[in-house]
């Protein structure tokens, strides 16, 4: 069983950053495919970034060049550097692990994805 935890939310304005971390328990490091979602009040789970084994990042359009999605496998961590927030960018966000690799077109699906975190809540205020 891969257990996976988040933690790193908060409040900012508009502009500002946080860094999201996601530490997993369970050996799932040698081929997979993790990624960070969001979740806004009344909308649908959405994909923002993932990245495979080999480091190969994968972003959603309304993220890119704003947020950084990065691991170290020494430590089983995976982040999210998330940089000029927006309050549209305010959400629940998830992380979400697989023991298979990334394939493009379903990365940023949930459907990719047997293990989840609780979440974190992420506000950005205007």
């Known amino acids: 069983q891969v257990h996976v935890m988040e933690s790193g939310g908060g409040s900012v304005q508009s502009g500002g950053s946080l860094r999201l971390s996601c530490g997993t328990s369970?050996?799932?490091?040698?081929?997979?495919?993790m990624a960070w979602f969001r979740q806004g009040a009344g909308k649908e789970r959405e994909g923002v970034a993932a990245v495979d084994s080999d480091g190969w990042p994968l972003y959603a359009e309304s993220v890119k060049g704003r947020f950084t999605i990065s691991q170290d496998n020494a430590k089983n961590t995976l982040y999210l550097q998330m940089n000029s927030l927006k309050p549209e960018d305010t959400a629940m966000y998830y992380c979400a692990a697989s023991d298979v690799d990334c394939t493009t077109r379903y990365a940023l699906q949930p459907v990719t994805y047997p293990y989840w975190g609780q979440g974190t809540q992420v506000t950005v205020s205007s």
């Open positions: 369970g050996d799932i490091y040698r081929r997979h495919c």
